[in-house]
Structures are given as C-alpha cells and as structure tokens.
C-alpha cells in the first residue's frame, strides 16, 4: 500500500508554510529534513492514529512527542478542556483547579512537595536551574552530553534530538559566557561527574539529568549511576534535578524517580502532565522551592501559566492514570512485544532499547540513511514514527494489540526489502 501525501496536499502545504516560517514548521525536527521528505501536515488525530490533509490514516508513534500517553483526543480529557473553556479560557489569577493539580502531583511523585506551573518543559527545566542556582548561591551546572533540557541558553550545550539531528549541538546565539557556566559529562559515567566536583568543588549548583537518556536514542542508565549522582550531589552540596519531562507519569505514575528509587531535589515534568495542552511544571523540596518569588528571591512568573484549559487537560490525564492501576503493566507489555518483534524482525541489525512504554530504536551501519528508509517505509505502510533517529517511539494506552501486529508485519516487510 503506498500512501499518496508524497505530491499532495501536504507537500503543497509545506511549500506554502516555507514561505512563512523557518523551516516551514514551528519547531526543527518537523521539517523531517533527516529523513529527505516532507513533513505530513496534519488533519487529525484520534486514539493511536493519526490523519494527514491528503486524507491518509497512521498509526501514530510519535504521540506528540510522549504527550499522548493515553492516545489522541481522549474523550475524558477533551470533555475537561471543553468544561473549562466554556468558564472561560484565561484569567490571570489563581484558580483552585491549579492547587489541586499541585496536590495530586505531590500525591503522585512525593518529592514535589512544592510545584509551580508554566507553559513548556523548556520553561519547566530553566525554571529549575535558576532556583537551584538561587538556592545554592552557585553558578554552575552539570548536564550531560546528549541530554536535552529544552532550548534555554545555558541547556544548548551537547544537547540532544533536534540539536544533534541538525548537526548544530550548540546554538548560534547562545553567548560563550552562559555557556561556560554548563559542564557536560558522558551520560552513565559518574565518574566523570565526580572529576567535575574535584575540579569545582563548591561552584556546582545542580546536577541535570534526564534519569533515561530518551532524547539520543533511548539510552538506560546504568545500575549505580542515578545513585551516584545523589550521592555526589550531596556530598558536594549541589543539587539533583531529574528532568522527566519524558520519563514523568510515563514510567509509572511516580515517574522514574519512583521506577529507579532515587530521590531528586527538584524535578521537571511536562508532557503528559499537560495531557496534550501547553502546560508543564517544576518544583521539589520545600525548603528550595520556598526561595520562587514572592515567597523568596528568586524570580519566576508567567501569564498564562496554570492555564485553566491546560491545567484541565492535565488533571484529567493525571486522574485517568490514578484511576487506572493495570495501565503500566498493559503499557509495558505492549512495548515489550513491539520491542522483541522489531529487533527479531531486524535479523540483529537494529537494537532496541524499551522501558515501559518508552523504545529507542538504533541501527548499525549507515544509520542515517537506513533511519530515513525506516521512516519513509514504514509510513507508505501506515506507520508513523519520528523523523529523527534520536527521537523515542511512544506507545499508548490507546494502541490495540492489532496496531503492534499491523506495526510489526510492517516492519517485516521493511527488513526484507532492506536485505533485497
Ligand atoms: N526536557 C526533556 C527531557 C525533553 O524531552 C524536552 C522536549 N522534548 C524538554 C525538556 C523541553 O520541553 P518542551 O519542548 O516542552 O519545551
């Protein structure tokens, strides 16, 4: 079956939106230059498929990126947007639907024992720096190489997905001076981190740490290394952020601190936690996060932050997960299946690294090319995965057992023409 977007509707809409944008798209990796095609332009999207404007129908993995963990347009979550919206869609002051998402989150992940709201998990992750930074009187972080953190200036160092993909790992514009203030260690090497503290002991505000790696692949920590870092943490008075801006309500509904069993100080979530809408959020120990104005000095603020429509669309995601105490299993076992089946359907040519519903994808050899042959094969069968090998296939609770089968009979016949 080849789908038909390649001279139609989408194409023409990408010339036209080349025109307006850079890129023709509102965020890099869309363009899909990695992988030589146009972007679908999007029509609609419901459960685990989405439609594109030439009228052709995917089974969707890329699921907004990890938001959709409960597939599109979930009636629950849309019919809280739609309730909220007819109060009104913005308002500058607090509402109690915002305490209460506050309060479920501690609920959720007991270590946000205070938490802001904001808009993007970019926000979310330079919102965290700066209290920890405030906190600790100290101007330096620690991120590790092929971690992303959003695309605030200090973050735009070895970051992963887009940046690598555009082959621009630190941005134009980003000052020497703010980046100077970033040290990047190989992801998994603690040890490399503990040279860091020995070489500035008392400079280190934080240590960043997306807790499995999902924006180069999708890379595991490895037994011992979360550990060390809230060890090292401690022992040098800096402090642990785990961004799970990913991993966050994805892992199990405690994130990947609860999976891992390590605490952090402060964490960022986003996401799922804005059930598809424009919300996202930090926070952590008490005592830190005490120091967010007006409470404290340092300073954090945004006008539509604790979005009514958002905040709605986020509770009910949260609410549904709660409420749901078989999904991580369910989730995880369809990944396990999807995983299994693409790695034997490969004949050993691609590795496939899964946890819960979280699966990374490489390829040995040409990776580029044969990732952008994966991408254009599997989409004219009906599949759509991430342009960008870097990027995690997410699967969701609204993917059927017969969306693997039909994904991985897809994949088979991918492989065989691969070896023709
Ligand atoms: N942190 C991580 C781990 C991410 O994967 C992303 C985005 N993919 C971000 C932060 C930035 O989030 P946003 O795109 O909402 O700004």
New binding site residues.
Partial sequence: MTRGFQDGKSRRAFERSRRAMPGGVNSPVRACARVGRPPLFVKSAKGSRISDVDGNEYIDYVSS?GACILGHACPAVVEAVREAAADGLTFGAPTERETEMAELVRELVPSMELSRMVN????A?MSAVRVARGFTGRDDIVKFDG?????SDGMLVKAG?GALSHAVPDSAGVPADFARHTLVAPYNDAAAVERLFREHPSSIAAIVV?PVA??AGVVLPESGFLESLRELATRYGALLVF?E??TGFRLSLGGAQERFGVVPDLS?F??IAGGGMPA?IYGGREDVMRRVAPDGPVYQAGTLSGNPLATAAGLATLKILKGDPGIYARLEKKSARLAAGIEAASRGSVKVSQIGSLLGVSFDGDADRRYADWYSNLLQRGVYVAPSRFEAMFVSDAHTEADIDETLAAAREFFVEEGL
């Fill in positions: 990126w993007s998990g970019t926000e992750a971690c992303y953190h959003g695309h997905s997306e999902a924006n961004d801006v990913i960022v986003g996401k996202a």
